[in-house]
């Protein structure tokens, strides 16, 4: 598999031609470029991180986020397109059920959970939905 680097308004034009069931890229240009698929099934891909469907937000291989509840700490990396809690080592497909396996209730996982930004600061994930907006525009 070759990797390819683009903008993050060319990622989000490329996820906005996705139709049912296309789940990667390479199926979503496969099908505008036209590729055959006996050509194209070679390639096999490995989802890095954790995507954010809803929101668009791209979460790299080991992002780490943060956050505390009742007085304990708890802390989830991105890995192969899920959330691993690293408290108990279980694994989660989404923001939410990673939030539902730390708190009784719902509650929005954005504005709970936190990152450390690189000047050392923390801030809460909900600001990287800002970011993606404004690269975009």
Not at 9 to 16: E, T
Not at 21 to 29: R, V
Not at 97 to 116: D, F, H, I, P, T
Not at 118 to 124: A, E, F, P, Q, Y
């Amino acid at each position: 598999m070759k990797t390819i680097g683009v903008s993050t308004a060319v990622f989000a034009a490329i996820w906005s031609l996705r139709q049912e069931g296309e789940e990667t890229e390479d199926a979503i240009l496969r099908r505008i470029l036209k590729v055959d698929p006996s050509k194209a099934e070679a390639y096999q891909t490995v989802v890095l991180g954790f995507r954010d469907e809803r929101s668009g937000v791209d979460f790299p291989e080991g992002f780490e986020i943060f956050r505390t509840y009742k007085g304990r700490e708890f802390r989830a990396k991105a890995t192969r397109g899920r959330w691993l809690l690293t408290n108990d080592s279980s694994t989660h497909s989404s923001l939410h059920k990673l939030s539902s396996a730390v708190v009784a209730g719902n509650e929005n996982s954005w504005q709970n959970w936190k990152y450390r930004r690189h000047d050392g600061t923390d801030g809460l994930i909900d600001r990287l939905r800002g970011e993606l907006a404004e690269d975009q525009s």
